[in-house]
């Protein structure tokens, strides 16, 4: 068996069926098999649009993405899109083939130290020294991913993969992390039996661990508003009575109304980001003497950001199963006023809903001397109708901008594996490519994507890829002419001296045409739903729009 063939098993065997990437003379070999062993390789316009893909693929399916490029300069251009990976905790497997293992060192074609690049953006490093570990590396790497969650470098020396020899394959480890220590959840139990006023934080680590129907149960058992942690909308049903909405830059103020009346934050799943609890709508909501229960799976989060009265290290679904068991034949002290905070949730959300509703416009002059010049509508009113537009089970990313920012307060999901953002990172050109990966892996659901006109410049080359790979989304290009997060900053603080923030663009439905993908232009509020109506149902045929 080749080392190439025994690369190829190992993917094969860790379930892997999609690689995005751009072909390379380093892989040739094991390109050359992966249709035999049901692998599709999906190529792209760029490298970083690979990682993108794989991360967004990861992220709906909840297994590995999986992308691998040209040794030198191709794995460069994997950097961006590992780091967001990285903090999105996604376990992307990218595979870095090497300068051949006799010249490393030698500065030769496409040579340079991939190991290095990478060390402080993944979760697992494995360096193929010796050919005959190319499957059992592989396999850890895999492994490794899925256990930390996070993404994982392969790097092979290109020679090695026409290396032969006998080779074991080996079978994906998969370990399942448990409800977190007896005492601590003890003396959780403990603590949320006392609480008069708790609320629930869902993070990430609800999706992960497939807890959604935990947490709520165990909302429902204390009746418990539950915020959603920052960009992670899709973490509890917004159409359950006990959502309240996003905290966060541009969240929810039911939200962090409610959160600020907590005598204790169940914080399930989430490291409590700092970018995710600072103050927002002028109110600093975070409350100060609430007594915190985090529980994650990752112990290093566990009161980094926050001070905590219990840490437990567990899953969340579990954890919440296990919460749940200790309080069910509980005396709960929230029962006694059960119906005056379930009438104040309810008021609150009404109010905020009636608030969006009637936001048209940013209120500060500069923006509203603006609005009163423009025959276009304000991103507001378009964010909310395409909320109202928004099929139940579509799947959204955003890219990173004031607009796209913005949409935190209207995104809201039925299901888990729905919203994807590049979280911490902020990278711009993410949501693009993401959203194309995301669609590959589940090709029956509608796929959106939010970008900012700026950031669109970054990602729109991946146009080439859809018409191609006959990939079906829809990109929402919110076109206003400007780096709007950092205008706003000239307006704030430079006495509006612009300086490299408005743009000039084309027609971005010229653009994509040309790409041999849909274009619409939309200037009215009222066209809206029905332009995004037409372009799902061109996803069907595999359409970009």
């Known amino acids: 068996m080749t080392a190439s063939e025994a690369f190829v098993e ?13 072909v390379g003379s380093a892989f040739m070999d094991a390109l050359d098999i992966f249709p035999g062993a049901g692998i599709r390789f ?46 999105a905790h996604s376990p992307v497997v990218f595979i870095t083939p090497e300068t051949g293992s006799t010249t490393i060192g030698l500065g030769g074609f496409q040579e340079t130290e991939q190991l290095p690049i990478f060390s402080k953006i993944t979760k697992y490093q494995a360096h193929i020294m010796n050919a005959k570990r190319i499957a059992e590396l592989t396999g850890r790497a895999f492994d490794r991913a899925m256990l930390e969650m996070g993404p994982a470098q392969i790097n092979i020396p290109r020679d090695y993969f026409y290396a032969e020899g006998e080779y074991e394959i080996p079978r994906p480890i998969r370990v399942r992390l448990g409800a977190g220590s007896e005492d601590s959840l003890d003396e959780a139990a403990k603590i ?10 869902a993070g990430g680590g609800v999706i992960n661990s497939g807890g959604l129907d935990a947490a709520q149960a165990l909302a429902e058992l204390l009746h418990a508003p539950v915020a959603n942690s920052y960009l992670h909308n899709d973490s509890f049903p917004a159409s359950h009575p006990l959502w309240v909405g996003p905290l966060g830059y541009q969240g929810s103020k ?22 995710g609890t600072l103050p927002q709508h002028g109110l600093d909501y975070w409350p100060k003497n609430a007594k915190i229960i985090q529980i994650d799976a990752d112990p ?5 950001v926050k001070p905590v009265e219990v840490g437990i290290y567990g899953d969340a679904r579990e954890a919440a199963n296990a919460l749940v068991s200790r309080l069910k ?14 009438a104040e949730i309810k008021h609150e959300k009404e109010t905020w809903e009636a608030e969006l509703t009637a936001w048209t416009h940013e209120g500060d002059p500069f923006s509203l001397n603006v609005a009163k ?88 080359n991946e146009l080439l890829t859809c ?24 307006v704030d603080f430079y006495s509006q001296r612009f300086q490299g923030v408005n743009l000039d663009n084309p027609s971005w439905a010229a653009v994509a045409k040309s790409f041999g993908c849909e274009g619409i232009t939309v200037d009215r509020v009222a066209d809206v739903g029905d332009a995004l109506n037409a372009s799902i149902a061109a996803q069907a045929e595999g359409r970009t729009t």
């Open 192 to 201: 949320i039996a006392a609480a008069k006023f708790p609320v629930i934080l």
């Open 373 to 460: 010049d423009s025959r276009y509508m304000h991103p507001r009113e378009m964010l909310r109708a395409l909320e109202r537009a928004m099929p139940a089970d579509a799947m959204v990313s955003t890219d990173i901008g004031n607009i796209c920012s913005v949409s935190n307060s209207y995104l809201r999901f039925e299901r888990p594996r729905s919203m994807f953002a590049a979280m911490s990172f902020g990278n711009c050109g993410y949501a693009f490519p993401v959203i194309c990966g995301a669609k590959i892996a589940a090709p029956d659901r509608p796929a959106i994507a939010y970008v900012g006109d700026g950031a669109w410049g970054i990602s729109l």
């Open 467 to 490: 018409a191609r790979e006959k990939i079906g989304v829809t990109v929402v290009v919110f076109n206003n002419g400007q780096w709007g997060a950092e205008k706003k900053n000239h």
């Open 254 to 275: 039911a939200a962090m109304k409610l959160i600020a009346k907590a005598d204790v934050v169940i914080a399930l799943g989430t490291r409590l980001g700092p970018f």
């Open 42 to 87: 999906v190529p792209v316009a760029h490298e970083q649009g690979a990682v993108h893909m794989a991360d967004g693929y990861s992220r709906v399916s909840g297994r590995h993405g999986v992308c691998i490029a040209q040794n030198g300069p191709g794995i460069t251009n994997f950097v961006t899109g590992v780091a967001a990976a990285y903090w």
């Open 329 to 342: 034949g509980a005396s709960l002290a929230s029962k006694a006023n059960r119906e005056e905070r379930a």
């Open 10 to 22: 190992t993917l094969a065997a860790q379930g892997v069926t999609e690689v995005f990437g751009i």
């Open 300 to 304: 290093r989060m566990l009161g980094l």
